[in-house]
């Protein structure tokens, strides 16, 4: 089953981003996730086994210019996050389309997403979901 999650979610969106992004403190997710449970322009779906929460997707709206798309707003697939034990289910493919149909119905005609280079993973993932390769790029920074 997977349905779109409501503020009452946080604990188990955040467990689930945490182990996404294990980088960040659950006090910095819990303010970043909290806004976009209540937010028109995002949406976070759960996937569940019975009872038990075993996936996330968190997608928004993006009105900037998305790489690859020439509309707006463009549905943005932001993470996506299925305990391992439960993947190679369909739980990514339904959460995926949970994200396109939400997208579609606020008006997008393009969903888009992204992935680190070297994430191969990542990368077959979004091809094996219908994604198509739209650009490369390296970016580069330097401190002042």
């Given amino acids: ?6 503020p009452d979610d946080l604990s ?3 467990a689930l981003a945490l182990r996404l992004w294990p ?6 997710l819990q303010q970043e996730l909290l806004p976009l449970l209540q937010q ?3 949406a976070i779906f ?3 086994q019975d009872a038990c929460v075993v996936g996330f997707a968190q997608c928004q709206l993006r009105q900037d210019y998305v790489e690859g798309t020439d509309s707006s707003p463009v549905g943005y697939l932001e993470g996506i996050y299925v305990v391992p034990e439960y993947r190679r289910r369909g739980f990514a493919g339904q959460l995926i389309s949970a994200c396109e149909r939400w997208a579609k119905a ?7 997403s992204d992935c680190e280079l070297c994430n191969e993973e990542s990368f077959r993932f979004h091809l094996g979901v219908g994604f198509q390769e739209s650009n490369r790029i390296i970016c580069f920074a330097k401190k002042l």
């Fill in 12 to 14: 188990a969106v955040k």
């Fill in 23 to 28: 980088h960040h403190t659950p006090d910095a």
């Fill in 46 to 48: 759960l996937a569940y």
């Fill in 106 to 112: 606020a008006g997008c005609s393009e969903f888009a």
């Fill in 1 to 6: 089953m997977i349905r779109k999650a409501v």
């Fill in 40 to 42: 028109p322009d995002s």
